[in-house]
């Protein structure tokens, strides 16, 4: 007989329920012989997050870039501050270069965001569609009010994101439906949940659905990137180009997926 989630909780370190609350927050963070630290972090990240843990009172030593939990008991009401901590305000750009087949063929990588700017509960998401090289330039988690949502570079990545769902997240078991629809006149796209009328939004289940997610895009992130960079080329511009001016979404989807079915 398995162990109930209580007693599983109970029985997991200090270290390892803090660095789980991290991670759902959006801090990518791995654990060696008892140290946590950021994974592919800048200077910057590692400022941001000794500014977090210093403002919730969690009594870290630090050395270098990775720090160590000094008890050992970590709290659930603990987990649960690190998880809800809200972001901040910030502005982004989205220039008309953006739009272009040239810069969805070109992109290996997506944007770095900061961490302490994201929405919680959609934070883990957008920080793995972006490792996977989905460029995706904002996360909001509804605030209880309307449909979570994240928004797309453009109407090439959102299309890029409707395929890599239906290879590599199709079997998930989520709570709502999430679906890339096209924003701004089809100028740009978001991935958008979506629930039945009588449903009111519950953000441990946004978060759930967002951790699944988030999991599976970072399992295949390499082979994600290396399919994007093996199928399509800056000099293929004339095709998708002639799709999203005529806004013809399903004929650019389909082409575009004709062209990985060539290359997986």
Not at 14 to 31: C, D, P, W, Y
Not at 112 to 121: A, F, I, K, S, V
Not at 207 to 227: F, G, V, W, Y
Request: a positive charge.
């Amino acid at each position: 007989m398995r162990n109930s989630i209580y007693v599983t909780m109970e029985m997991q370190d200090g270290t390892s329920k803090l660095a789980e609350a991290l991670q759902l927050r959006g801090f990518q963070v791995k654990v060696k012989n008892d140290y946590v630290s950021l994974v592919n972090g800048s200077e910057k990240d590692v400022q941001e997050l000794k500014y977090f843990l210093d403002k919730l009172n969690i009594p870290v030593y630090w050395n270098k870039d990775q720090f160590q939990l000094l008890v050992n008991r970590f709290p659930l009401h603990k987990m649960k501050e690190i998880i809800q901590y809200k972001g901040r305000n910030y502005t982004y750009q989205v220039q008309g270069y953006h739009l272009k087949w040239r810069s969805f063929a070109n992109r290996r990588y997506g944007i770095r965001t900061n961490t302490m700017d994201l929405c919680p509960y959609t934070a883990m998401m957008l920080k793995a569609l972006n490792e996977a090289g989905i460029v995706t330039i904002s996360g909001c988690n509804g605030h209880h009010h309307h449909n979570p949502n994240f928004q797309f570079s453009g109407v090439y990545f959102g299309i890029w994101f409707s395929l890599i769902q239906e290879k590599y997240l199709k079997n998930l078991s989520l709570h709502y439906q999430w679906k890339v629809e096209f924003l701004r006149g089809r100028m740009t796209s978001g991935l958008i949940a979506n629930k039945s009328v009588e449903e009111n939004w519950n953000m441990k289940k946004i978060l759930a659905d967002c951790e699944q997610m988030a999991n599976a895009l970072r399992k295949h992130a390499s082979t994600i990137r290396n399919l994007k960079k093996n199928s399509f080329k800056r000099g293929m511009k004339e095709t998708p180009e002639s799709f999203r001016e005529k806004g013809d979404m399903k004929g650019l989807y389909d082409w575009m997926k004709k062209v990985i079915e060539r290359n997986s």
